[in-house]
């Protein structure tokens, strides 16, 4: 047994849910829910999506203190423009760095922000130094394969989704509505 470790007041967390496995954006959804019971202030910026329409656009209707908005226009590999990928990610981090430095928001889903860094569509550096400035005890959560080891080293959790099955893999059971949209 290790000495105890002294217990902290409550700060913002950075949580990072990353991993093949499903789940890394639905648990990001599930803690917009949680802290939105709490009349927490949320923002949930999609990163990528677009082209489909997702069940929790419509869903936070339902949650008077939950905004959701979609930055791109689907997936990156369905086009063949990085640069366009790029200019997109761009404009999506001047809407994330906004809504850290307002302090309009308890909790800041960032959803598929580590896809976009890991494709070095923005600076890990700059992202991390605008995350750090936000205020005392505002949340941020970023979802997405291949979290870089900067975005790991500076968290707070991280939680590594495991594909043990997926349907699609073993079955070939396409996309449905409530599961994967
Ligand atoms: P979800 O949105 O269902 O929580 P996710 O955020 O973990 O999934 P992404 O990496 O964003 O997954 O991938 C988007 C889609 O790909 C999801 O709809 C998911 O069902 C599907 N998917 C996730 N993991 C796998 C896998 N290991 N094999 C096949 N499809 C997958
Ligand atoms: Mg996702």
Wanted: aromatic fraction near 6%; hydrophobic fraction near 40%.
């Amino acid at each position: 047994m290790g000495a105890e470790i002294p217990r902290k007041t409550p700060k913002g967390l950075l949580i990072v849910f990353t991993g093949e496995g499903k789940g890394k954006t639905t648990a990001a959804l599930g803690l917009a829910l949680r802290a939105a019971g709490h009349g927490m202030r949320v923002l949930i910026l999609q990163f990528i999506k677009g082209s489909r329409h997702y069940g929790e656009l419509d869903a936070v209707r339902h949650l008077p203190t939950v905004t959701i908005e979609p930055l791109g226009t689907g997936f990156t590999w369905e086009k063949d423009d990085l640069e366009e990928d790029r200019r997109l990610a761009r404009q999506g981090w001047v809407k994330a760095r906004e809504a850290l430095t307002t302090g309009k928001y308890d909790l800041i889903v960032l959803d598929e922000l580590n896809y976009v860094l890991s494709y070095g569509l923005l600076d890990v550096e700059g992202v991390l130094a605008d995350i750090r400035r936000r205020p005392a005890e505002c949340h941020v959560v970023t979802t997405g394969r291949g979290a870089p080891a900067e975005l790991l080293r500076e968290a707070d959790c991280v939680t590594e989704m495991l594909a043990v099955k997926h349907h699609y893999r073993e079955q070939g059971i396409r996309a449905q509505k409530g599961i994967e949209f």
